[in-house]
């Protein structure tokens, strides 16, 4: 027997018996309890860093806890992979963004694969393949129909480097979070989706979320920003 640990040896052993094996696959059955378990899809940005070593462990322990309860667990994985940051990089690179893109998906993946996470990877999606993006657009369409989706000019947040709207959370003591470059505020017109319209539904389903920190309650409460205004009374001088 040997005294150490040998990973290289063991690991991909047992990871090719799990591939092999689909040992990950969901599968439809109906008398099993399901469980839906996905942690956010990575950017791929070129190679996996320890933040997604940390994020994917604690879904990889979630996932496989719940399937060795008997639940038939759907946990897959994908690719974020549409945005500037990807068009900026092919720039700077002097590579078409798909080859980027491609080339980052499979180095990341590959990674992925090492580190024995229970993913069902014949799931695998990728935002920019037609095939997903399709239904991107039928969504939209259907929003729009409906007149929850439309257009006006709008003061947003603007990074010069990364060349990219950012949202309000990206932007942190006035600077990009990417990039640290300063911010400036940009009149665009833009497209919005008329969330306004479900704001109490969106609240209400707040207040039904259990275990769910305190601070990302706020975050998203804000972030539907109800507003009923405010009543003050001023005294007036020399009046009644
Ligand atoms: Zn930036």
């Known amino acids: 027997m040997q005294e150490r640990y040998d990973h290289k040896?063991?690991?991909?052993?047992?990871?090719k018996i799990w591939e092999n094996s689909k040992a990950f696959k969901a599968r439809e059955d109906k008398a099993a309890k399901k469980y839906y378990c996905l942690e956010m899809f990575p950017y791929p940005s070129g190679k996996i860093h320890m933040g997604h070593v940390r994020n994917y462990s604690i879904g990889d322990v979630a996932a496989r806890f719940l399937s060795m309860r008997g639940f038939n667990v759907l946990h897959p994985m994908g690719w974020d992979s549409f945005g500037m940051p990807a068009e900026n990089a092919a720039i700077q690179h002097g590579v078409r963004p798909k080859e980027w893109t491609d080339e980052n998906i499979a180095s990341m993946k590959t990674q992925l694969k090492r580190l024995g996470l229970a993913y069902d990877w014949d799931r695998e999606i990728t935002t920019c393949s037609p095939?997903?993006?399709r239904w991107n657009q039928w969504l939209f369409l259907k929003l729009y129909e409906k007149g929850l989706a439309y257009q006006k000019h709008s003061a947003v947040n603007w990074c010069p480097q990364c060349a990219t709207v950012l949202a309000n959370e990206q932007v942190e003591a006035g600077l990009c979070w990417r990039c640290d470059t300063h911010?400036?505020?940009k009149n665009l017109k833009q497209w919005f989706f008329k969330i306004t319209a479900y704001a109490e539904e969106l609240l209400d389903y707040c207040d039904k979320l259990q275990g769910w920190p305190e601070k990302v309650l706020?975050?998203?409460?804000?972030?539907?920003?109800?507003?009923?205004?405010?009543e003050?009374?001023?005294?007036?001088?020399?009046s009644d």
């Open 218 to 230: 706020v975050m998203q409460r804000n972030w539907i920003g109800k507003s009923i205004g405010a």
């Open 9 to 15: 040896i063991i690991e991909q052993k047992w990871q």
């Open 131 to 133: 095939e997903y993006y």
């Open 232 to 238: 003050v009374d001023f005294k007036i001088e020399n």
């Open 183 to 185: 911010v400036e505020q």
